[in-house]
């Protein structure tokens, strides 16, 4: 299947949305959360990649990022692969998920040969290209705003699946390992 839009330069940085099946509202709980801020972090720390920023919402990620090793794609293909089916999991293990019956039925699709399987993220990650500071700024505002236009908070920073607290106090105190934009930086490998 192709998508309008595609990772051409596999070594720039992206803004990237990562979007739930179905838009089903997972990251409601805190186990699921940890799932992908581990995740992130092991991508950084094995993978090569530097996340600029990042929002976690109920039913999606948005990241800014660049892969060292300039293999965004595969990156991601493999974050997507390890997170989908250890959530799933974890969803059919959570006997305390009200939803999980539910959540497992919208995820659910049966192949032609009638094989079970699991369909958690959308396959598409609608990348945007980062060419310019200028745009990398604009769409870290928008990631960093992201709970504030959506009611949860009152100022980006309060908000815990967010590098918004590392741009406010210039340094590491989230969840997840984020390199800070420069404001004068225009490369960033």
Same mark, same amino acid.
């Given at each position: 299947?192709a !998508?309008a839009y595609? +990772?051409?330069d596999g070594g720039?940085?992206y803004?990237? =949305?990562? =979007?739930?099946n179905?838009w089903? @509202?997972?990251?409601t709980r805190k =186990? !699921? $959360?940890d +799932?992908?801020?581990?995740s992130?972090n092991?991508?950084?720390?094995?993978?090569?990649?530097?996340?600029?920023g990042?929002v976690?919402?109920s039913?999606h990620?948005?990241?800014?990022?660049?892969?060292?090793?300039e @293999?965004l794609?595969?990156?991601l293909? @493999?974050?997507k692969?390890?997170?989908?089916g250890? *959530?799933?999991?974890?969803?059919e #293990?959570n006997?305390?998920?009200?939803?999980? @019956?539910?959540?497992?039925w919208?995820?659910? #699709?049966?192949?032609?040969?009638?094989?079970?399987?699991?369909?958690?993220?959308k396959p598409?990650?609608n990348?945007?290209v $980062? !060419?310019?500071l200028?745009?990398?700024?604009?769409k870290l505002n928008y *990631?960093h705003?992201?709970p504030?236009?959506a009611? *949860?908070?009152?100022k980006?920073e #309060?908000?815990?699946?967010s590098s918004?607290q590392?741009?406010?106090?210039g340094?590491q105190v989230?969840r997840?390992?984020?390199?800070?934009?420069?404001?004068v930086?225009? =490369?960033? +490998?």
């Amino acid at each position: 299947m192709a !998508y309008a839009y595609k +990772i051409a330069d596999g070594g720039a940085v992206y803004f990237l =949305t990562i =979007t739930v099946n179905k838009w089903v @509202d997972v990251f409601t709980r805190k =186990t !699921y $959360c940890d +799932i992908i801020t581990e995740s992130l972090n092991f991508c950084v720390e094995k993978k090569g990649l530097i996340i600029f920023g990042y929002v976690l919402m109920s039913n999606h990620l948005h990241l800014l990022v660049q892969a060292r090793n300039e @293999d965004l794609s595969d990156v991601l293909r @493999d974050f997507k692969k390890f997170t989908s089916g250890t *959530i799933v999991k974890a969803i059919e #293990e959570n006997k305390q998920e009200s939803r999980r @019956d539910w959540m497992l039925w919208l995820f659910k #699709e049966t192949g032609a040969e009638g094989k079970v399987s699991f369909q958690f993220w959308k396959p598409d990650n609608n990348p945007e290209v $980062c !060419y310019q500071l200028t745009f990398m700024w604009q769409k870290l505002n928008y *990631i960093h705003n992201n709970p504030v236009r959506a009611g *949860i908070v009152q100022k980006a920073e #309060e908000y815990v699946y967010s590098s918004a607290q590392e741009y406010v106090f210039g340094k590491q105190v989230g969840r997840v390992k984020v390199a800070l934009l420069d404001s004068v930086q225009t =490369t960033y +490998i």
